[in-house]
């Protein structure tokens, strides 16, 4: 069975740095990967994906990941963080093939951006 | 907008009384997942459907039964509701294929006194 671990179960910073939220996997086969990002009080909503291909994926609000299958990792990042940045972030993975559809979570990572 | 509906945000319901959580989605989607999600441990699987009729148990269960008798409709049924099922859940949905990813409802936080 496939596992996720998120490293930081929280990660403050100032508005306008950098920012790395990491995410390491476990699988014995080929997996697809998925960053979700939940805001206060809402549900999850999907920040970007990797299913094949370039291992450097783009989502929304600026946030990118890579894709390292020597590492069985998939870091988020972002380049300049905005205080709406804060929320919670969630990492997941599929198996690709096969009938199984569930996703894994991991435990999640509360970024907080301060002024 | 693809939607996924969870009929309420909060409910505040009694020790030992039957709870229905509903969630409808819009998208035509095949499968359906009900979540818990707890402070520091993520979210947790209860029950999926992947279609019509069909469901099977995700890794918490016990205490909770689910319907499916309708696609775009996935009910969570709390037979009798305890103290510990206080807790935020997530209904969501999506196409068959891993690659697609979840469409998430916007919660409903359980409250049980």
């Known amino acids: 069975a496939q596992s996720v671990t998120q490293l930081d179960s929280q990660v403050p910073v100032f508005e306008e740095a950098p920012v790395e939220l990491r995410c390491n996997y476990s699988?014995?086969?080929?997996?697809?990967l998925f960053w979700y990002v939940q805001y206060p009080n809402q549900g999850l909503q999907l920040l970007l994906k990797y299913l094949s291909g370039s291992t450097l994926v783009k989502g929304i609000n600026g946030f990118e990941a890579e894709f390292n299958k020597s590492q069985t990792s998939f870091h988020l990042r972002k380049p300049s963080v905005h205080i709406s940045d804060t929320a919670e972030y969630f990492c997941?993975?599929?198996?690709?093939?096969?009938?199984?559809?569930?996703?894994?979570f991991g435990k999640g990572t509360l970024l907080t951006v301060n002024p | 907008d693809v939607k996924v509906t969870q009929s309420s945000r909060y409910l505040v319901k009694r020790t030992g009384e039957k709870v229905f959580l509903e969630c409808v989605q819009d998208?035509?989607?095949?499968?359906m997942f009900w979540y818990r999600q707890d402070p520091g441990l993520g979210l947790r699987l209860i029950y999926f459907?992947?279609?019509?009729?069909?469901?099977e148990k995700g890794d918490i269960p016990e205490g909770y039964s689910v319907s499916r008798e309708k696609k775009e409709r996935f009910s969570l049924i709390l037979e009798s509701a305890s103290t510990n099922q206080t807790s935020m859940y997530l209904c969501?949905?999506?196409?068959?294929?891993?690659?697609?990813?979840?469409?998430f409802g916007s919660g409903t936080r359980l409250t049980v006194v």
């Open positions: 997941a993975v599929a198996l690709s093939g096969g009938s199984n559809y569930k996703l894994t």
């Open positions: 969501a949905s999506s196409r068959v294929g891993q690659g697609y990813g979840y469409t």
């Open positions: 699988s014995s086969v080929s997996v697809y």
């Open positions: 998208m035509d989607h095949e499968n």
């Open positions: 459907s992947y279609d019509v009729k069909m469901k």
